[in-house]
């Protein structure tokens, strides 16, 4: 069993983001090439902007690097850009763990949490619903959540 003890959450340096780019082929690549087909060049470009842009997190079990999550803050809401984990360590309860930490610093400062999901990816919908986000949106690709308190 996976206790929240060994899970860390570190800020990413800039040598990280090779590692956040093969994460998310190795989680994501699948439901983009359902839905726009898949462009190694168009996708680092779009990861490199991001990674410049938001604030990412290496999501880390036992010291080793196992995932990546993005947000971005402002003064009124979080967003969930990317949460994606290697896929041995997914459906074990680690995004849950991490989900729930934003979710707590949310609470607190008593503002909403926004992610989108693609709406091929059905598990990322189901996880949505299990942490308490409803639909508040939709586009013809995504689907828009939010949860607050």
């Given at each position: 069993?996976?206790?929240?003890?060994?899970?860390?959450?570190?800020?990413?340096?800039p040598?990280?983001?090779?590692f956040?780019?093969?994460?998310?082929?190795s989680?994501?690549?699948k439901?983009?090439?359902?839905?726009?087909?898949?462009?190694?060049?168009?996708?680092?470009?779009?990861h490199?902007?991001?990674?410049?842009?938001?604030?990412?997190?290496?999501?880390?079990?036992?010291e080793?690097?196992?995932?990546?999550?993005a947000?971005?803050?402002?003064?009124?809401?979080?967003?969930v850009?990317?949460l994606?984990?290697?896929s041995?360590?997914?459906?074990?309860g680690i995004?849950?763990y991490?989900?729930?930490?934003?979710?707590?610093?949310?609470k607190?400062?008593?503002?909403?949490?926004?992610?989108?999901?693609?709406?091929?990816?059905?598990?990322?919908?189901?996880?949505?619903?299990?942490?308490?986000?409803?639909?508040?949106?939709?586009?013809?690709?995504?689907?828009?959540?939010?949860?607050?308190?």
């Amino acid at each position: 069993m996976i206790l929240p003890d060994d899970i860390t959450l570190r800020p990413a340096a800039p040598q990280d983001s090779e590692f956040a780019f093969n994460v998310k082929k190795s989680a994501f690549r699948k439901y983009i090439e359902m839905v726009w087909g898949w462009n190694d060049a168009e996708q680092r470009a779009m990861h490199e902007r991001r990674f410049a842009e938001h604030e990412f997190w290496i999501v880390s079990m036992d010291e080793i690097d196992i995932g990546i999550l993005a947000l971005v803050r402002t003064s009124d809401r979080i967003d969930v850009n990317q949460l994606f984990l290697l896929s041995d360590y997914q459906r074990q309860g680690i995004g849950c763990y991490c989900m729930q930490r934003i979710l707590a610093e949310s609470k607190k400062k008593d503002m909403p949490v926004y992610i989108q999901t693609l709406k091929v990816n059905i598990p990322a919908q189901n996880f949505a619903e299990k942490l308490g986000f409803r639909k508040v949106g939709e586009t013809a690709t995504h689907i828009q959540w939010e949860w607050s308190e």
